[in-house]
C-alpha cells in the first residue's frame, strides 16, 4: 500500500483564534506521527482568516521542534511571493535544524486575492511567469557551491532539500516531468484536470539526478467518523467554507450542520460538488472503498489526506479511523495508539 501523508492548513474555527489553530496543528501532527503518516504539509496562504499558517516556513520549525520523525514541509511555498534565496535560507535552516526531515513544495499561484498578491510581491511585476527560473535557481542554491559563486544560501548550499513541484493545472506538471522533480496535483480542491495531468507527468518525465523514475502525489479529502450519518454531519464544515469562499466572503472554518438545505443553491451545490470530487466521506468501511476505487484509478505513488473538521477530536478521531484504514488496505493488522493512550 501507498504511504498516506497529511496536509493541515491550520483551520481557525468560528468563535477561535490562530493560537488555538496552531496548537491544535502541533497536536495533529504528533498523532500523525505516531499513526505511520509519512509526511506533515503546511500550506502558505495570505489575508485568510481561516487559515493560520501563512509564515509556513515558521509553522514548519513548530511543527518539527514538536515532532520526532515524522517529515515536515511545504505544501506549498508560493514562490513568486519570495525571492528564491529567501526561500533557500529558510528551508536550509530548517533542514540544518531538522536534518532529513524537511520537503520544499512549490507553487506558483499566489495563494490570496490579487490585491494582497501585490502587497507581497517584490515587485509590481507579474513573476509567476519566471517560475521556471526561480526553481531553477532555489535548486543550485542547494547544491554545492562554485568556487567563485558570489551569492550563497547560508545555510542551504550543499543540503540538496528535496523540492516537489504543486500544482491543479497542466503547468506545473509538464514543469516537474522536464525537471525530473517530484510532482503533487491539487486534486482536493481543483480535480477537473487531474487526470491529464497524471499522464503528462508520466508520459514526459526525463530522469534526473534527484529522481530516476515518476513520482505523483495526489491531495484528497478524507472525512472518517464512526457512522457515515456523522461522517457527513463534519462534511458540512468544508462545504459551507466553499460555499463561503465562492460567494466572496471567506472566514474562519464553521461548524457543522445538519443539513445544507437552504444554504446552498442548486448552481452552488453542483459547483462544489465539482470541486470537492475527490472526497471521501463516511465509515471505516465506505472509506477503505472509496481509497481502494480511487488508488485502481489514478495509480499514485503517495496520496496527501486533508480534512476541514471543525472539531479538533473528531478531526483526530478521522485520521486515527483512516490510519486504521490504510493498515487493512496495507495487509497490516498491527494495532493502532488510541488518542487518549
Known amino acids: 500500500m501507498i504511504p498516506f501523508s497529511v496536509l493541515d492548513l491550520s483551520p481557525i474555527r468560528q468563535g477561535s483564534d490562530a493560537g488555538d489553530a496552531l496548537r491544535s496543528t502541533l497536536d495533529l501532527a504528533r498523532h500523525a506521527e505516531r499513526w505511520g503518516y509519512r509526511r506533515f504539509w503546511l500550506a502558505e496562504h495570505h489575508n485568510m482568516t481561516g487559515i493560520a499558517s501563512a509564515a509556513t516556513a515558521v509553522v514548519i520549525g513548530h511543527v518539527a521542534q514538536g515532532t520526532s520523525t515524522i517529515r515536515v514541509g511545504a505544501g506549498g511555498i508560493m514562490l513568486p511571493n519570495h525571492s528564491p534565496l529567501v526561500i533557500a535560507e529558510q528551508f536550509g535552516t530548517l533542514e540544518t535544524l531538522y536534518p532529513g526531515r524537511i520537503d520544499l513544495g512549490l507553487g506558483r499561484a499566489p495563494g490570496t486575492d490579487q490585491r494582497t498578491a501585490a502587497a507581497l510581491r517584490r515587485s509590481r511585476v507579474d513573476s509567476s511567469d519566471a517560475f521556471p527560473q526561480d526553481v531553477a535557481e532555489l535548486q543550485a542554491y542547494f547544491q554545492e557551491p562554485e568556487p567563485h559563486q558570489a551569492v550563497r544560501a547560508v545555510p542551504g548550499m550543499g543540503l540538496k532539500v528535496p523540492l516537489w513541484l504543486l500544482g491543479s493545472s497542466l503547468f506545473s506538471a509538464q514543469l516537474a516531468a522536464a525537471m525530473g522533480l517530484p510532482f503533487a496535483f491539487a486534486s482536493h480542491f481543483a480535480p477537473q484536470q487531474m487526470m491529464t495531468a ?16 515518476p513520482y505523483a502525489m495526489l491531495g484528497i479529502n478524507v472525512f472518517a467518523a464512526d457512522t457515515e450519518a456523522q461522517a457527513q454531519r463534519l462534511f458540512t464544515s468544508l462545504l459551507q467554507a466553499f460555499v463561503n469562499l465562492r460567494r466572496g466572503r471567506p472566514g474562519q472554518l464553521p461548524p457543522p450542520v445538519e443539513t445544507m438545505d437552504g444554504r446552498i443553491t442548486e448552481y452552488e451545490l453542483a459547483e462544489v460538488e465539482s470541486m470537492l470530487a475527490c472526497s471521501i466521506v463516511g465509515d471505516p468501511d465506505q472509506v477503505g472503498e472509496g481509497l481502494r476505487s480511487f488508488i485502481a484509478e489514478t495509480q499514485p505513488d503517495e496520496l496527501m489526506v486533508t480534512a476541514q473538521i471543525f472539531d479538533h477530536a473528531a478531526r483526530l478521531r478521522s485520521y486515527e479511523l483512516l490510519s486504521q484504514v490504510h493498515a487493512r488496505l496495507s495487509g497490516d493488522a498491527k494495532p493502532t495508539t488510541s488518542i487518549g493512550g
Open 198 to 213: 497524471l499522464r503528462l507527468y508520466r508520459s514526459q518525465f526525463r530522469p534526473s539526478e534527484v529522481l530516476q523514475k
